[in-house]
């Protein structure tokens, strides 16, 4: 495997170990169905999506009832990823938060290289 056939996967490890060293349950794959702050990989970015338990729930109400909840994780979410250096948005449709790796700034116009000896 090369590097670059790595990266994904090395951007997912690494957005699991920032989010678990900032406390965050995590759990990686495509089980989504299960309760709880799930991260994968997806063509282009590691999406992280909460799905919130039964016991959130005990009336049945559905998705809508934990918006409160899902913006102040999606905040949560945000904030550490980004002062973790990433670039990250987030899905209107979905809620799903999308991390990629922040593109490297091109140097500015003009800026000359230093001269060799």
């Known amino acids: 495997m090369t590097q ?3 990266a994904p996967h090395l951007l997912l490890d690494e957005v699991c170990r920032i989010l678990t060293a900032a406390g965050f349950d995590v759990t990686t794959g495509d089980r989504i169905s299960a309760a709880g702050l799930h991260v994968r990989h997806n063509v ?3 999406v ?3 799905e919130p338990g039964a016991e959130l729930d005990p009336a049945g109400r559905g998705h809508n009832e934990h918006d409160g909840i899902r913006a102040a994780l999606r905040y949560a979410l945000l904030a550490t990823l ?3 250096g990433h670039a ?3 899905d209107d449709d979905s809620d799903d ?3 990629r790796r922040p ?3 091109a140097p500015p116009q003009g800026a000359m290289e230093p001269a060799g000896d």
Request: no cysteine.
């Open 48 to 50: 992280v999506r909460w």
């Open 88 to 90: 990250v948005h987030v």
């Open 97 to 99: 938060v999308h991390v």
């Open 44 to 46: 282009d970015a590691v």
């Open 103 to 105: 593109a490297t700034p």
């Open 82 to 84: 980004t002062q973790a």
């Open 4 to 6: 670059a056939d790595s």
